[in-house]
Every structure is written in structure tokens, then in C-alpha cells.
T-cell receptor, first 114, second 113 residues
Framework: EAGVTQSPTHLIKTRGQQATLRCSPI?????VYWYQQALGLGLQFLLW???????NRGNFPPRFSGRQFPNYSSELNVNALELEDSALYLC?????????????FGPGTRLTVL | DAKTTQPPSMDCAEGRAANLPCNHS???????VYWYRQIHSQGPQYIIH???NNETNEMASLIITEDRKSSTLILPHATLRDTAVYYC??????????????FGQGTTLQVKP
């Protein structure tokens, strides 16, 4: 069974540009989660999508946005990039069940803002 | 979601059992204990989770105290590849959950030859 995949592996942008990161969940998973891990900081929850809708959002500015497509894949868009947006961006997926919704993570996209 | 406390670092000899403790004294009755690990710059890897009974899978065992205020993750025969940051997370599962995992600082486990 294929795991969560993310693309690109690395992304280099300059300040003020926009970045688009992509995530494909495990087959059968309807929920996708995004996290940010900046250097020296812990993993911070960004967004949760399920069945095409945004279900929850972390404490990030509106220039962080995303969407989930009918095939449950997802995009994370970061507008007006700032230097501090440089981080590892992780995507996770899960089923959405009453007793189990374990999140499985992808390998991440390393975003560098120059 | 309840807060967890873990020691910042631990060492373990290769081939020996690694016992990683976690304190979650404010855990609620409907909160599960989850363990993940993150090997340098990779995505976190799910290890195991449990509600109140002890659990075992091919990777590890999870021992939860009877009052559920603490737990221990056991890697029975640690290898060098088990060197990682281990995160203990407490969360609600199901319709009441917020979707987010709250990662603390975790325990850096160093397995030594």
C-alpha cells in the first residue's frame, strides 16, 4: 500500500512569491492535514480538510490557504512568502472514523524562502 | 487535548530495551495516548496508540498505568535505526476531535553501539 506522497521534495522561492505544495493521501483516506516544522521549532498544525471542506485551522495568517480536491488530494498555498516561512511542510492523511483516525505522514516538502 | 511531559533525552544500548516514559496527568476519559517518532528531517512515523489497555504491535509495546496518568513506550530490542525524537500525544478520537496533533518537544532517543 502506497503511503502519503508529497511534491515537490524541495522548493526554493524568493520573498513575496507564492508557493504551492501538493499532497496525495493514502488510498481510502478522506482527511488531509497540513503541518509546519520550522527549524528549531516543533510541528505546528496548519489545516485540516475532510471531504473537500476545511474542518479546522491552526494559528496561521490567511496567506496560508489550501483546498482538497474530489480525489481527496490537497494543495497548500502560501502567498506573499516571508523568510520565516522557510520550513518543512508535512502532510498527513487519515480515515475519519469513530474510534480510529490515526494520521499517517508523508515525507514533507522543504520550502526555502530567500 | 491534554498536555504531556517527556524527558528531553535518553540513551539506550543497542540490543537492549528502550523504555520511554510520558506523563499525562490531566488526561480525560475519552482521550487516547498516541506515540510517533521522527527521524531527522523525515515525516513523523506512527508507532502505536491506546486508550487504557496495554497494546503491542510489531514495532513496540505501550503500557498505560491503571489511572491513565502516565504511559511507557517500549522498544524491545533497540537498534541504531531507532535513534529519533519520540513524541507522546494525547488526543480525542472521533467526532469530537479537532484534527490537530499537538507535538511537544518529545524525547530524543540515542541508541548507542
Amino acid at each position: 500500500e502506497a503511503g502519503v506522497t508529497q511534491s515537490p521534495t524541495h522548493l526554493i522561492k524568493t520573498r513575496g512569491q507564492q508557493a504551492t505544495l501538493r499532497c496525495s493521501p493514502i488510498s481510502g483516506h478522506t482527511s488531509v492535514y497540513w503541518y509546519q516544522q520550522a527549524l528549531g521549532l516543533g510541528l505546528q498544525f496548519l489545516l485540516w480538510y475532510d471531504e473537500g471542506e476545511e474542518r479546522n485551522r491552526g494559528n496561521f495568517p490567511p496567506r496560508f490557504s489550501g483546498r482538497q480536491f474530489p480525489n481527496y488530494s490537497s494543495e497548500l498555498n502560501v502567498n506573499a512568502l516571508e523568510l520565516e516561512d522557510s520550513a518543512l511542510y508535512l502532510c498527513a492523511s487519515s480515515v475519519r472514523g469513530a474510534t480510529t483516525d490515526t494520521q499517517y505522514f508523508g515525507p514533507g516538502t522543504r520550502l526555502t524562502v530567500l | 487535548d491534554a498536555k504531556t511531559t517527556q524527558p528531553p533525552s535518553m540513551d539506550c544500548a543497542e540490543g537492549r530495551a528502550a523504555n520511554l516514559p510520558c506523563n499525562h496527568s490531566t488526561i480525560s476519559g475519552n482521550e487516547y495516548v498516541y506515540w510517533y517518532r521522527q527521524i531527522h528531517s523525515q515525516g513523523p512515523q506512527y508507532i502505536i496508540h491506546g486508550l487504557k489497555n496495554n497494546e503491542t504491535n510489531e514495532m513496540a509495546s505501550l503500557i498505560i498505568t491503571e489511572d491513565r496518568k502516565s504511559s511507557t513506550l517500549i522498544l524491545p530490542h533497540a537498534t541504531l535505526r531507532d535513534t529519533a525524537v519520540y513524541y507522546c500525544i494525547v488526543r480525542v478520537v472521533g467526532s469530537s476531535n479537532t484534527g490537530k496533533l499537538i507535538f511537544g518537544q518529545g524525547t530524543t532517543l540515542q541508541v548507542k553501539p
